[in-house]
């Protein structure tokens, strides 16, 4: 089963985990001292925050699957939709390693699908996401969540 996810730039980590524990009634499942995450079953939703976006406010939307298969299958109706593709393998973003394809909708809001298999102790693997006219020959889509200005 799939689940929702939703990633907000904030301006202080300590304040806006202190209002989204009070907010949905747990603690984060993860903290670190850029990043927090709440992984909610009432909604089924993977909540993240972290001050590493561009700028406050919501970064991207996106889903998450549990299999690879079930990444696999959102891929291909990405791929249906004729629009441009990045993807990314076996890579780190908020301190976790996974498979990843993002796109960006007809109104700019940047959709990440995800597998993640594993854990990391960094944020992100700096300059190591690329443009996705790298990966695909079609116009250029928004970058990937941990890509950070050089």
Known sequence: MKRMHV???VGDLERSVKFYSTMFGVEPSVVKSDYAKWMLDDPRVNFAISTNC???GL???GVQAETTEELQ???GRLEEAE?????QKNTVCCYAR???AWVTDPQGIRWE???TFGTA???GEGGAVKSATEVKPKPAIAAACCAKAS
């Not at 629009?83 to 993807?87: A, D, G, K, R």
């Open 121 to 123: 102790t960094v944020y």
């Open 54 to 56: 561009t700028a406050p």
């Open 59 to 61: 970064d991207h939307l």
């Open 98 to 100: 996974g498979d990843k």
């Open 7 to 9: 990633h907000v730039g």
């Open 113 to 115: 699908s995800f597998y």
């Open 83 to 87: 629009t441009p593709i990045l993807e």
């Open 73 to 75: 299958e959102i891929a």
